[in-house]
């Protein structure tokens, strides 16, 4: 698979390193349109003061995975509110990529799929079966108060999280806690209580979470 680097500012530049070749952006309005045609569809924003991003810094380094390519790109992040990738432009504004090219990417090794109309991080890839985080936001409302009410403070924002297990057409929520793991492998549970015991891993940690859903899914690829 043939890798790309491309560093996003406004003077967008794309290198090959293969070619030792730089190679200019032409246009930057809707779209991104290096001067040997390579084209990534999107539109130029403003950054949104209230949303959410996957990161709060914008000196990121992702993948972009476009027609069987793979771009290297610089200045990435992900924004939740509006599960969109994006990246900062040399003037303060910002290319968000459209999401019916880019079904997938990676910022700082971790990866996103497009699973429907939203992106979601993949923890586990096992043949045909995805665990994946989804990341929401929340909205948290001030304290009321306790004499005469009325709202002390102002509301905040905050990201929220969700799993699921997709195999095939198949997905299901799961919750960090042991009852919610322990339904999904129905037919190998005692082995899941094992594993859990042996390496002293916990239901609650979501990186035990990880270690736990690969090594069942590695036994018998289905969930129950």
Not at 71 to 97: A, H, P, Q
Not at 108 to 122: A, C, H, I, S
Not at 141 to 159: F, L
Not at 168 to 184: A, D, M, P
Request: with cysteine.
């Amino acid at each position: 698979m043939k890798k790309t680097i491309l560093t996003l500012v406004l003077s967008c530049i794309l290198i090959i390193p293969a070619i030792s070749q730089t190679l200019t952006i032409k246009s930057v309005e809707t779209k991104l349109i290096t001067n040997q045609g390579v084209e990534f569809f999107g539109k130029i924003v403003e950054k949104e003061k209230n949303d959410i991003y996957l990161n709060t810094t914008w000196r990121n380094t992702g993948e972009l995975h476009v027609d069987g390519k793979e771009y290297i790109i610089r200045n990435i992040n992900f924004n939740i509110s509006k599960s969109e990738v994006s990246c900062k432009l040399k003037n303060g504004k910002y290319f968000v990529f459209s999401s019916t090219d880019v079904r997938k990417f990676k910022i700082n090794d971790q990866l996103f799929k497009k699973n429907g109309r939203l992106y979601y991080e993949v923890l586990v890839e096992e043949d045909n079966t995805y665990f994946y985080k989804r990341y929401d936001v929340r909205y948290q409302e001030g304290v009321t108060h306790r004499i005469g009410g009325g709202t002390v403070g102002s509301g905040r924002m905050s990201t929220s999280f969700a799993y699921l297990i997709k195999n095939g057409s198949e997905s299901k929520t799961i919750e960090l806690n042991k009852k919610s793991v322990l339904s999904l492998f129905d037919d190998q549970q005692e082995e899941l209580k094992k594993f859990v015991k042996e390496n002293h891993l916990s239901y609650k940690n979501e990186k035990d979470l990880i270690t736990i859903v690969s090594h069942m899914l590695k036994i018998e690829n289905k969930i129950s």
